[in-house]
Each structure stands twice: as C-alpha cells, then as structure tokens.
C-alpha cells in the first residue's frame, strides 16, 4: 500500500527548527498586534516620537540582513555542489553581517541614549526597545550558529542555520516598515 507523504514528510529540514520558527514568529507577531493596538490610542504621540528613528540607518540594516541572508542560501548550495570554501566563506560573510547590523543598531541606541530617550519615555519606546532588543537577540543567536554551521558545515546544518537566520530576516522585513515607516 502507497502511502501520500504528509506536508510534514515534504518539509524541508527539520522539524523542530520549524517549531522553533513558528513559536518567535508568533511571539513577535503577538508584539507587533499589542505595538499597533496601543498606537490606535496615541497616533499623534507614536508620530512624533517615530521622528526620533534614524530611519535611513533601518533602511541600511534591512539591505545588510537580505544581502546576509541571500549569502547564508548560497553557502547551503554551494556546500551541496562540494564547493565547501566558499560555503564557509559565505556564511562567515554573513554572520559578518549580523555583526555589522548590530553596529548600526547599537549606534542608534546610543543616540537615544544621549537624547534621554529609554523604554520608560513612552508606549511607543517601550515597544521599539522590546521588538528591535528581542529581535537584536536573535541576531547574535543567528550569528553564533551561522559560526557553528561553518565548523560544523554538512548541508544538513547550514540548512537549520539558514532557516534560522531567514527567520531573523523576515522579522527584521516586518519590523522595519511597522516601527520605521508607519505613519
């Protein structure tokens, strides 16, 4: 007797990085609902302290995460047609990445920082420290297994890590126009 495969069978990966991704992914969406349900509240207040973003340094860290997470595809298919340098390479460049989108976002914080501007100024600070610092966590834990995936290179790891860190990606895709651009 054929069995049909189950959508689970024609998953690509593994299970339990899918589980993993669907859990954050829900977290954050729960976050950004709870982020637009308090702006409906205060659109003139989250307009004003939106003023306050540097937007064009968002923009430049979108470009550097989708440039991060196209390199971390390519090491996944160049691992698979045995060309493992530049596997490793690749994902070497883009945990390279990561590093420098935490840069910008750190030189943002600080400027806040200086400006007196803390989770406590407002509803709309609280929330952009909650969603980009929870988001910045998963940053470094991408970076951390994109560098585990380079020693540990079978195609099999650089997927779960490529999964990863498109599931970071997606995130920063999502938050980037609701925190930034919303008007």
Known sequence: MNEQPS??????GELMIWVL???ELLVFGAGLAAFLA???TDPIGFAEAQDHLHRTGAALNTIVLVTSGFLAAKALHWREVAQR?????ALI????LGVVFLIIKGM?????????????TNAFFTFYYLLT??????????????????WKDDPRNIETGAQFWHMV???????FPVVYLLG
């Open 85 to 89: 340098a530049k596997a490793r390479f």
């Open 7 to 12: 959508l689970l069978d024609e998953l690509p």
């Open 169 to 175: 990606d997606l995130v920063w895709v999502i938050l």
């Open 133 to 150: 610092g929870f988001h910045a966590a998963h940053v470094v834990a991408g970076i951390v297994i994109l560098l585990l995936v380079t």
């Open 21 to 23: 991704i669907i859990s």
């Open 93 to 96: 460049s883009a945990a390279a």
């Open 38 to 40: 308090v702006r409906l």
């Open 108 to 120: 943002e914080y600080a400027d806040k920082a200086a400006l007196g501007i803390g989770p406590e």
